[in-house]
Structure formats: structure tokens, C-alpha cells
């Protein structure tokens, strides 16, 4: 699914894409990096497919996945330590 559609579909089911992410229990930046690529992968794609159909038939997806115990995504690729470079040598 491209990027926009996947926009589409979460703002059909009435959300921004920082809401959709803290319901997702997703970094809403992750869920923002997406459109550099222009595509979701497949879980997102479904899900805001899901979750638009839902809104427009009147269904509280909200409360379906709020009761759904997600883990929270752990985030990747943390700052640069430069203390801890700066005790790794390298051999010439």
C-alpha cells in the first residue's frame, strides 16, 4: 500500500498518523519515516484498511484494540554515545 492511501485510510477511521501510532503502541515518528519510502509494510497496510472499513460502519475499533495488550515497540538506533567511542581503539 503507498503511503498516501495508507494516510487515507487512518484519517478515514478519523485518526492523525500520531494517534494511529500511540494506538499501535508504534513511535509516531516510525510511522512518519514510512513516507521517505513512499509504502507500509503489509501489518499497517491491513490494519488502516481495517480500521477506515470499521469507522465507516460505525464499529468502535478503539475500544477493540485498546483491549488488546500490544507491547510497546522498543526504539532503535539511539543517539551516537560519544563517551563510550571514545574508549573503543581501533588497531592499526
Known amino acids: 500500500m503507498t503511503y498516501e ?3 487515507r485510510n487512518v484519517g478515514k477511521a478519523g485518526l492523525t498518523l500520531n494517534e494511529f501510532g500511540r494506538l499501535m503502541k508504534m513511535n509516531p515518528v516510525s510511522i512518519s519515516n514510512y513516507g521517505k519510502r513512499g509504502v507500509v509494510p503489509n501489518h499497517l497496510a491491513v490494519i488502516a484498511c481495517l480500521i477506515g472499513e470499521m469507522a465507516d460502519h460505525q464499529i468502535d475499533y478503539r475500544s477493540l ?5 500490544l507491547d510497546s515497540k522498543k526504539h532503535r ?3 551516537f554515545n560519544r563517551a563510550a567511542a571514545s574508549t573503543v581503539t581501533t588497531a592499526n
Open 5 to 7: 492511501e495508507f494516510r
Open 65 to 69: 484494540l485498546e483491549k488488546i495488550d
Open 77 to 79: 538506533g539511539l543517539p
